[in-house]
């Protein structure tokens, strides 16, 4: 049970550390598309947050399942991209 609680709990900081690095990168990808001075939206910080969770979800749940394919999974991260995140980190 010791053993148990360890590795489960180490396993959730490191779930939260993925997906903050993920939100950080994203933010540093609209911030270059932004005006020096404007910062994120309020709104679209929290469809970060959203995207961000759910699409480690989905990762993190398609790699248990043991049939990951990297193709596949970008595509479906990349669609499922928020219209507004989209026009921010594209233009």
Not at 7 to 19: A, L, M, P, Q
Not at 28 to 54: M, T
């Amino acid at each position: 049970m010791v053993n148990l609680l360890k590795y489960t709990n180490g396993s959730y900081r490191i779930v939260d550390r993925i997906i903050e690095i993920s939100m950080d990168l994203m933010r540093s990808e609209i911030r270059k598309n932004l005006p020096e001075d404007q910062p994120i939206p309020p709104d679209s910080d929290e469809l970060i947050k959203l995207y961000c969770y759910g699409m480690f979800g989905y990762v993190h749940e398609t790699m248990k399942k043991g049939d990951f394919d990297s193709n596949h999974v970008a595509d479906v991260c990349e669609h499922g991209l928020p219209y507004m995140l989209r026009f921010f980190l594209y233009g």
